[in-house]
């Protein structure tokens, strides 16, 4: 476990300057999760979105049940003990962490995010079984040579790691930087480690509305993309069955199959060969 002064220091400060008066996307996932670490502008904002796409409560729903089943399975079936989460957002029930250690109390997890409002949670992730470790780093996905070495500190990279980049890649707007980022995080990793990626596409039109609305509003917009260009960050690995899927279908379990089938975002976990 991780207990440095700096990062309770950061989160001090990063409390103190975060603007209650605007809606935060981060507080907005909450809210669409269920979670109370929201403001009423937050709260305004979410429900126009879903005025728009309506969709998008069973999308947040069901990319946390897709995280939990993919987890599961890395850590259980895959034998799979490191875990680099980009792209952490606030914490919630059952992160990372805390499925991969219920499987397997030795496993090591990396949380990132370059959002201070997540820095301002962090210590809520700081938490690990005797056996493991956790830690959070606050950088950017697009500097990735900083996010790796800060990791390094905590996980093995010469042995499998699960690079988990669940809602961030649309964070990245530039198609090229995207690709490149996947592509130096994968060849960062030996042999034996996984690729799991999660994000909205651009199929639904009024998902695009919704989203080209906020986008227009807020200083970190989202770009939507298609199934195959998802599915072109994952060139060259071998897809774990049933492949790139919508978040419900990837290996359902009995709360899944009651869930919406489509709900405008894929998920898909690959090996790394």
Same mark, same amino acid.
């Not at 069973?58 to 939990?68: E, K, N, P, S, Y």
């Not at 649309?170 to 090229?176: I, K, T």
């Given at each position: 476990?991780?207990?440095?002064?700096?990062?309770?220091? +950061?989160?001090?400060?990063?409390?103190?300057?975060?603007?209650?008066?605007?809606?935060?996307?981060?507080?907005?996932?909450?809210?669409?999760?269920?979670?109370?670490?929201?403001?009423?502008?937050?709260?305004?904002?979410?429900?126009?979105?879903?005025?728009?796409?309506?969709?998008?409560?069973?999308?947040?729903?069901?990319?946390?049940?897709?995280?939990?089943?993919?987890?599961?399975? &890395?850590?259980?079936?895959?034998?799979?003990?490191?875990?680099?989460?980009?792209?952490?957002?606030?914490?919630?029930?059952?992160?990372?962490?805390?499925?991969?250690?219920?499987?397997?109390?030795? !496993?090591?997890?990396?949380?990132?995010?370059?959002?201070?409002?997540?820095?301002?949670?962090?210590?809520? &992730?700081?938490?690990?079984?005797?056996?493991?470790?956790?830690?959070? &780093?606050?950088?950017?996905?697009?500097?990735?040579?900083?996010?790796?070495?800060?990791?390094?500190?905590?996980?093995?990279?010469?042995?499998?790691?699960?690079?988990?980049?669940?809602?961030?890649?649309?964070?990245?707007?530039?198609?090229?930087?995207?690709?490149?980022?996947?592509?130096?995080?994968?060849?960062?990793?030996? !042999?034996?480690?996984?690729?799991?990626?999660?994000?909205?596409?651009?199929?639904?039109?009024?998902? %695009?509305?919704?989203?080209?609305?906020?986008?227009?509003?807020?200083?970190?917009?989202?770009?939507?993309? !298609?199934?195959?260009?998802?599915?072109?960050?994952?060139?060259?690995?071998?897809?774990? +069955?049933?492949?790139? %899927?919508?978040?419900?279908?990837?290996?359902?379990?009995?709360?899944?199959?009651?869930?919406?089938?489509?709900?405008?975002? &894929?998920?898909?976990?690959?090996?790394?060969?």
């Amino acid at each position: 476990m991780s207990d440095d002064p700096a990062t309770a220091s +950061s989160a001090q400060s990063s409390l103190s300057t975060i603007d209650t008066t605007v809606p935060h996307s981060a507080r907005i996932w909450n809210y669409w999760l269920g979670g109370k670490d929201n403001y009423a502008v937050d709260r305004d904002a979410g429900d126009r979105y879903r005025q728009t796409f309506p969709g998008i409560v069973d999308m947040a729903r069901t990319g946390r049940g897709f995280l939990t089943r993919v987890v599961r399975h &890395l850590a259980g079936e895959a034998g799979i003990r490191q875990f680099l989460d980009i792209g952490t957002g606030l914490p919630t029930a059952d992160n990372t962490h805390e499925i991969a250690q219920r499987v397997a109390p030795e !496993s090591r997890v990396v949380y990132v995010d370059n959002d201070p409002l997540v820095l301002a949670h962090a210590r809520a &992730l700081l938490t690990s079984t005797a056996e493991g470790s956790t830690d959070y &780093l606050h950088a950017d996905v697009r500097d990735t040579r900083a996010v790796l070495d800060k990791a390094a500190q905590t996980l093995d990279f010469g042995r499998p790691v699960a690079v988990m980049l669940l809602g961030v890649l649309g964070l990245v707007p530039d198609d090229d930087i995207a690709g490149d980022v996947v592509r130096r995080l994968v060849a960062a990793v030996p !042999s034996g480690s996984y690729l799991v990626i999660g994000d909205a596409t651009d199929t639904d039109p009024s998902l %695009v509305e919704a989203q080209d609305y906020y986008n227009e509003r807020d200083a970190s917009p989202y770009r939507l993309r !298609s199934p195959g260009h998802i599915a072109g960050f994952f060139d060259g690995l071998e897809f774990v +069955s049933p492949g790139l %899927v919508s978040y419900p279908q990837w290996r359902p379990d009995a709360a899944a199959n009651c869930e919406p089938s489509d709900v405008g975002a &894929l998920g898909g976990v690959a090996r790394i060969p």
